[in-house]
């Protein structure tokens, strides 16, 4: 991607003279790409709280099984949201080096593994799902409601999927309005028919929940194709090309040279989560605790998770592209300010997270056990959530350049090893209870949270090809 003559470098930099991401003010770039994420994401927020809500009318055994469904649902979706980080880091550099055609290429290639592995998750998916449930320690009413949730859910997995990667591929290029509004009506979407279908007038239960989902994303998706289909990314919807030239072998593994670590990125902490659920199965009162982690990590999700992936996916663009256009210590510095924008959004929330944790919780359940157990994990994790911050920005900003294998590590040692050894050791001993699961969160989050910022000093990301 190197100019190879002077007419080529100037061109380039005319070019990139005209768009804020890769030239101007930083500031402006991050604003660019994070406040339509932050849209997004809060919007997806207010779908997975409203799924909460509904589920907890329902009782606290549908809110255990909605919660570790849906565990279940990120669990089978991992290969196939990895090509989001490949799609993103190896088109973001193409365009940020003004090679177009190439960044078209890829963009097809990933929609094309996209729908080869959702189709596969899917099938094995709904082959496996119920056996899971009741694996991770999920008593049988659980797995009951759980298995209503996953039913339809499992067959949103492949127009999800998609909508994601066409997202993905919108972001590349710096375009993040259009993911904003997608993804926004989806979330919409959901909640208007998690309503519907579950509370009046059709009183579905837990199979209403993953209908909506199905319903969302596919209409989603089908308005990201209209789009694309009218944009100069067009080619990257050519079926019929796609159909003759198939699955490029050399694509797919470079999409899953960077995907792949970010897909055992993603699954340490889906892992962990079922280890959590299973240690909090061998407790006392197994529901109690399962029905208040699946409340807990929906809160964490709202204030914390979703906002600051929306600036992961901002950062991972960013990066990716000034990375293409050859400014390194541009793509560093967006870095660092975007850390500092995560922190200081997250201790608000932990802040509220830690004062305010009975009305949330009240909100989130009716279950009076339930309410005070989630108290505790609110106030305890309330401190944990800048770190967490730190890792995902962190995070996006080494997938945008293709660097992944070393935030991996550090993500499986903290989430799969850390975290539950001392939930292990906290909960199962003599004096044990719930509380020390919610410690170790804060505890594996906040150490996570450390080795990802020095890992980002060290700089080595700087010179990962894609």
């Known amino acids: 991607m190197a100019p190879t003559s002077a007419v080529d470098f100037v061109e380039r930099e005319l070019t990139a003279s005209s768009d804020p991401i890769t030239s101007g003010p930083i500031w402006l770039a991050i604003w660019d790409m994070s406040w339509p994420m932050l849209l997004n994401m809060w919007a997806l927020s207010a779908a997975s709280f409203a799924e909460v809500w509904v589920a907890g009318k329902l009782g606290s055994t549908a809110l ?26 190896i088109v973001s550099r193409y365009w940020g080096a ?20 959702s189709v596969t998750a899917t099938v094995i998916a ?29 067959l949103a997995m492949v127009p999800y999927t998609l909508l994601w990667i066409t997202n993905s591929i919108f972001r590349s290029t710096g375009d993040a309005r259009t993911p904003m509004v997608t993804t926004s009506t989806a979330a919409l979407l959901v909640v208007l028919f998690d309503y519907v279908a579950c509370i009046h007038p059709f009183h579905l239960g837990c199979t209403g929940l993953g209908l909506s989902w199905l319903l969302a994303s596919s209409i989603c998706f089908t308005g990201n194709v209209w789009v694309l289909n009218r944009s100069e990314l067009r080619d990257c919807m050519n079926v ?3 159909f003759r030239e198939g699955i490029s072998r050399e694509w797919m593994a470079r999409l899953m040279r960077i995907g792949i670590p970010s897909c055992i990125q993603d699954l340490a902490l889906i892992t962990s989560n079922f280890m959590l659920f299973l240690i909090l199965a061998h407790t006392a009162n197994p529901t109690l605790g399962q029905a208040t982690w699946a409340v807990g990590c929906r809160i964490e999700d709202v204030g914390t998770i979703m906002p600051m992936y929306a600036l992961n996916l901002a950062i991972a663009t960013i990066v990716g592209q000034n990375l293409g256009a050859r400014r390194a210590d541009r793509a560093e510095q967006a870095g660092w300010y975007m850390v500092w924008v995560g922190g200081a959004l997250t201790a608000v929330f932990g802040i509220i997270m830690f004062f305010f944790a009975h009305p949330i919780a009240h909100l989130m359940t009716n279950d009076p056990a ?7 994990y609110l106030q305890i994790t309330a401190a944990s959530q800048p770190f967490i911050a730190a890792w995902l920005v962190i995070s996006g900003a ?8 070393m935030p991996m590590v550090w993500t499986v040692l903290c989430f799969n090893f850390i975290r539950p050894a001392i939930a292990y050791v906290l909960v199962a001993g003599p004096h044990g209870s719930l509380s020390g699961t919610w410690l170790a969160m804060a505890i594996s989050a906040g150490l996570l949270g450390i080795m990802m910022l020095l890992q980002f000093r060290k700089g080595t990301w700087k010179q990962q090809e894609v």
Do not use: N
């Open 398 to 405: 080494l997938q945008g350049a293709g660097y992944t294998r």
């Open 370 to 376: 339930v309410v005070s157990q989630t108290v505790h």
């Open 98 to 117: 003004r090679d177009h055609k190439t960044a078209v290429e890829a963009a097809r290639q990933s929609l094309i593994c996209a729908t080869v592995f």
């Open 126 to 154: 709904l082959i496996v799902c119920r056996p899971l449930l009741r694996l991770f320690g999920a008593a049988p009413a659980v797995e009951l409601e759980g298995w209503k949730y996953m039913s339809l859910g499992i």
């Open 64 to 89: 255990a099984g909605v919660g570790l469904a849906g565990q279940l649902w990120y669990f089978f979706m991992m290969l196939t949201l990895a090509l989001a980080a490949g799609t993103t880091a």
């Open 240 to 242: 019929s090309k796609a």
